[in-house]
């Protein structure tokens, strides 16, 4: 059931909302748990930060043997998708990984499995 506001904009049922947050906060701990278990694979110690938005970054860059210093270009546009880039391609060799299978991240539907992978692959 929707309600009308002042505005006349139709406003979501509580429970729905309530249901998106629920599916949205079960997908952001699956996301974290993979990214957990790909700085563990790459030999770096997630910890606590990789839990929490935008200072998951840390450890990711620690994982591709990166300094932690370049987080600052990942608020720089158009640079901030060439460091995800070299992001990326780091974490692929340094799991054994070729990085080619970054292209993964270019194919709708398949870059959802690209994270997944690399947590759960030997």
Not at 30 to 44: D, M, N, P, V
Not at 87 to 104: E, F, H, N, T, Y
Request: positive net charge; hydrophobic residues 60%.
């Amino acid at each position: 059931m929707t309600h009308a506001n002042a505005s006349g904009i139709n406003a979501a049922d509580p429970m729905t909302t309530l249901l998106v947050l629920g599916v949205l906060l079960v997908l952001w701990l699956i996301l974290c748990y993979c990214l957990k278990r790909i700085c563990e694979k790459c030999g770096a110690e997630p910890g606590i930060l990789i839990w929490i938005p935008i200072f998951n970054l840390f450890p990711m860059l620690q994982a591709a043997g990166l300094s932690g210093w370049l987080i600052l270009l990942f608020f720089v546009p158009l640079v901030n998708f060439v460091m995800a880039l070299v992001m990326w391609v780091k974490i692929c060799q340094a799991r054994g990984k070729s990085a080619l299978l970054v292209i993964l991240l270019f194919v709708p539907f398949l870059n959802l499995l690209f994270i997944p992978y690399l947590a759960f692959s030997e």
